[in-house]
Nanobody
């Protein structure tokens, strides 16, 4: 059974930093893309960042580009999201996602496996 378990969320002041982690178990994703999405109250789940398995190529949403960094440790089957210069509008539940398919990475429906989410709250 595949499991993705996020950790690292919390409460931080605007301008601060957090690092989220997502550990996979049950099946390896070392050769698969991984991603982070987020969902704020009353809003749809939105794409944040993804990292491909081949060459580690990364893509970001415009709202987090130059502030967030996604990276992975394949030996640990773990993906991370380093979040710097956090803003109140970054407040959301953050989810990691995985798939074995080739997909349109910014669409939530393209991802097959999801973690339970971790809350990030940024105070002003």
């Amino acid at each position: 059974q595949v499991q993705l378990v996020e950790s690292g969320g919390g409460l931080v002041q605007a301008g601060g930093s957090l690092r989220l982690s997502c550990a996979a178990s049950g099946r390896t994703f070392r050769n698969s893309p991984l991603a982070w999405f987020r969902q704020a109250p009353g809003k749809e789940r939105e794409f944040v960042a993804t990292i491909r398995w081949s060459g580690g190529r990364t893509y970001y949403s415009d709202s987090v580009k130059d502030r967030f960094t996604i990276f992975r440790d394949n030996a640990k089957d773990t993906v991370y999201l380093q979040m710097n210069s956090l803003k109140p509008e970054d407040t959301a539940v953050y989810y990691c996602a995985a798939t074995y398919r080739s997909s349109t990475y910014y669409l939530a429906g393209s991802w097959d496996y999801w973690g339970q989410g971790t809350q990030v709250t940024v105070s002003s």
